[in-house]
């Protein structure tokens, strides 16, 4: 059904921001509650961030409040993570996802993700 294409990974340094993109080609887009996963080599798959449907309530992982922003454009199918003052323990590939329930429950995700590497 929904198909999830993650952009916008990449190398950046320490402090460093970066701004993630997911496109939903889903009809159903802006009933679904989005959210961002990301998981690092050798560890499993953790929340990041959430936002609800109406773009009125988002949640955030406690290791990235206050440095990371998820915001969505209904309109253009689009869920977006802007990540600032980016740490090394950052680095992991970043999903999104539809949540199958809130705020902190995916379902299956699409895309391929987009790996974030931090450098030290």
């Known amino acids: 059904q929904v198909q999830l294409v993650e952009s916008g990974g990449g190398l950046v340094q320490a402090g460093g921001s970066l701004r993630l993109s997911c496109a939903a080609s889903g009809r159903t887009f802006s009933r679904d509650h989005m959210g961002w996963f990301r998981q690092a080599p050798g560890k499993e798959r953790e929340f990041v961030a959430a936002?609800?449907?109406?773009?009125?309530?988002?949640y955030y992982a406690d290791s990235v409040k206050g440095r990371f922003t998820i915001s969505r454009d209904n309109a253009k199918n689009m869920v977006y993570l802007q990540m600032n003052s980016l740490k090394p323990e950052d680095t992991a590939v970043y999903y999104c996802?539809?949540?199958?329930?809130?705020?902190?429950?995916?379902?299956?995700?699409w895309g391929q993700g987009t790996q974030v590497t931090v450098s030290s």
């Open positions: 996802t539809k949540l199958a329930a809130w705020p902190v429950t995916p379902t299956a995700y």
């Open positions: 936002i609800s449907r109406t773009d009125g309530n988002t």
